[in-house]
Nanobody, 119 residues
Framework: QVRLVESGGSSVQAGGSLRLTCAAP???????????LGWHRQVPGKEREFVAR???????DYADSVKGRFTISRQNARKTVYLQMNSLKPEDTAVYYC??????????WGQGTQVTVSS
């Protein structure tokens, strides 16, 4: 199965910004078009939670906890989806994953990228 690749995680102070990137392997196009892509996050000991999704036509959905602070976008030509995170809070600390919304749920999970926000 195709696995997406996340990058951009880092350690920042509260109030800072980060941009996460999720890319599909060069040889694979089907995982991007047409499909909904999304970001999720997970803290050790807790379930993975939804953060944001974007459909192939650009319809966007956010979790209430990130509305107004995070922005998801995609560039189909580059097979890339982004998550711009502003006004970061310590509670945003997590491993962030991107995935594709397939017919049976989310799949093509990447390995994750760590985001740490210090107060």
């Amino acid at each position: 199965q195709v696995r997406l690749v996340e990058s951009g995680g880092s350690s920042v102070q509260a109030g800072g910004s980060l941009r996460l990137t999720c890319a599909a392997p060069r040889s694979i196009t089907s995982v991007f078009n047409p499909t909904t892509l999304g970001w999720h996050r997970q803290v050790p000991g807790k379930e993975r939670e939804f953060v944001a999704r974007i459909t192939s036509s650009g319809v966007i959905d956010y979790a209430d906890s990130v509305k107004g602070r995070f922005t998801i976008s995609r560039q189909n030509a580059r097979k890339t989806v982004y998550l711009q995170m502003n006004s970061l809070k310590p509670e945003d600390t997590a491993v962030y994953y991107c995935a594709r919304e397939g017919p049976y749920g989310w799949d093509s999970w990447g390995q994750g990228t760590q985001v740490t926000v210090s107060s």
